[in-house]
Every structure is written in structure tokens, then in C-alpha cells.
């Protein structure tokens, strides 16, 4: 039981590079999110899934895309990286709608130049 | 939209005292408050939570208690001890599905 597994740990994208951070979880959860952490402003929402084929904006979606085909997998797209796009993102996924623990991941530092 | 807002945003004690970390929330329809732990360089963990129809939960040397109406939850940690050093996040959520977390408390206990 691996729980939820980032890739990649570290990255470094260039300015208008495009790229994908994979996000699996092996739990059945029906929620999966992904945050963003930056100093002095803790953990943001970027988008969240509350089913396969299910998917919202959080607070900070600007830059972003996400789909949610299997319940498994919620990968976040980067589409044209951008250096205020630098940070740490952490996905997390929990039993239900929100309101049962969040797993997160291990993270992804994420340098864009 | 929904908004946590979270204080201090450090916060220094003597090991052995008790730590107070306070947040409020906007929504009023928000009904499970969840708090992380994040030690330096790992993801966050959950270590206490606590839902609407509760006013007060404990766990050891950490309670939570939570003021529906003034929209305020707070965190406290009894005895403190160095290992309770770490970022501390509360956080809310509602029916809508969105956990949404507050801007983080650094805690140091200096031995």
C-alpha cells in the first residue's frame, strides 16, 4: 500500500516550457487535490476531483489544468510555465468529499527559470 | 469564497509550556476542521480534527475546540516538547468539497 505517490520529486522547467506532475493513489479515495506551498502562505488550492470525471477550481487555478479519468490518477498541467510558478506542490487525496483525512504526498519542488 | 485565516504566524515557547494557535473561517457552512503537522521537509500530517457537532476534542497534549458562533477554532498543545517544533496548518471545509487551509504557524520549543 504505497498511498499517494508524486512524481517527480524535483524539476526545473524553463519559462513557457510545459509539463505534467503525476499523482496516484492506491487507497480508492474518491477526493484527490493538489496545493501549492509557499513561504508565508501555506497550502493553496490549486484544483480539486471529488469523483473520476469530476473536477473544480480552488483558489489559485490561473495556469493550471487537471482531468480525472480513473480514480486512481490526477495529474496537474503545467501550460506555459511561468518563474511565479515556482514552488511546492503536494497532492492529497482522502476517503471522501473533504471532510475525512487528507494523505498528501511527498511533494514536488518545482524551479521554473 | 471561503477564507482561513490563521495566527500567529510564528510562535516561540519554552519547552514545557503550552503552545495556543487560533484560526477563524468565513464559511458558515463549513463543518469539519482538520489540523496538519509539517516537520521540516515532509508532507503534512493530520493530528487532531474536529466536527461541527463538537466543542471540544482532545488527544493527549493536544485539544481542539471550535466556536461555531464566532467561526473560530483553536489549537493548543499542553507541555510542549522539542520534537512539537514544526509548521502547524488549520484548515476547513464544507459540503462544496473544498479543504482550505490557512496560512501556516511555525512553532519552535527551545529546550
Known amino acids: 500500500n504505497a498511498g499517494v505517490t508524486q512524481t517527480p520529486k524535483f524539476q526545473v522547467l524553463k519559462t513557457g516550457q510545459s509539463m505534467t506532475l503525476q499523482c496516484a493513489q492506491d487507497?480508492?479515495?474518491?477526493?484527490m487535490s493538489w496545493y501549492r506551498q509557499d513561504p508565508g502562505m501555506g497550502l493553496r488550492l490549486i484544483h480539486y476531483?471529488?469523483?473520476?470525471?469530476?473536477?473544480d477550481q480552488g483558489e489559485v487555478p490561473n495556469g493550471y489544468n487537471v482531468s480525472r479519468s480513473t480514480t486512481e490518477d490526477f495529474p496537474l498541467r503545467l501550460l506555459s510555465a511561468a518563474p511565479s510558478q515556482t514552488s511546492v506542490y503536494f497532492c492529497?487525496?482522502?476517503?471522501?468529499?473533504?471532510?475525512?483525512?487528507?494523505?498528501f504526498g511527498q511533494g514536488t519542488r518545482l524551479t521554473v527559470v | 469564497g471561503e477564507n482561513v485565516e490563521q495566527h500567529p504566524s510564528t510562535l516561540s515557547v519554552q519547552e514545557g509550556d503550552s503552545a495556543v494557535i487560533k484560526c477563524t473561517y468565513s464559511?458558515?457552512?463549513?463543518?469539519?476542521f482538520p489540523w496538519y503537522k509539517q516537520e521540516l521537509g515532509k508532507r503534512p500530517q493530520l493530528i487532531i480534527d474536529?466536527?461541527?457537532?463538537?466543542g471540544e476534542k482532545k488527544d493527549q497534549r493536544i485539544a481542539v475546540t471550535l466556536n461555531k458562533t464566532a467561526k473560530h477554532f483553536s489549537l493548543h498543545i499542553t507541555e510542549t516538547q522539542p520534537e512539537d517544533s514544526a509548521v502547524y496548518f488549520c484548515?476547513?471545509?464544507?459540503?462544496?468539497?473544498?479543504?482550505?487551509f490557512g496560512q501556516g504557524t511555525t512553532l519552535q520549543v527551545k529546550p
Open positions: 474536529i466536527r461541527s457537532n463538537v
Open positions: 476531483s471529488v469523483g473520476a470525471g469530476i473536477t
Open positions: 484548515a476547513a471545509t464544507s459540503n462544496t468539497g473544498k479543504l482550505i
Open positions: 464559511d458558515s457552512a463549513s463543518n469539519y
Open positions: 492529497a487525496s482522502s476517503y471522501r468529499t473533504g471532510d475525512t483525512e487528507a494523505f
Open positions: 487507497m480508492n479515495h474518491e477526493y
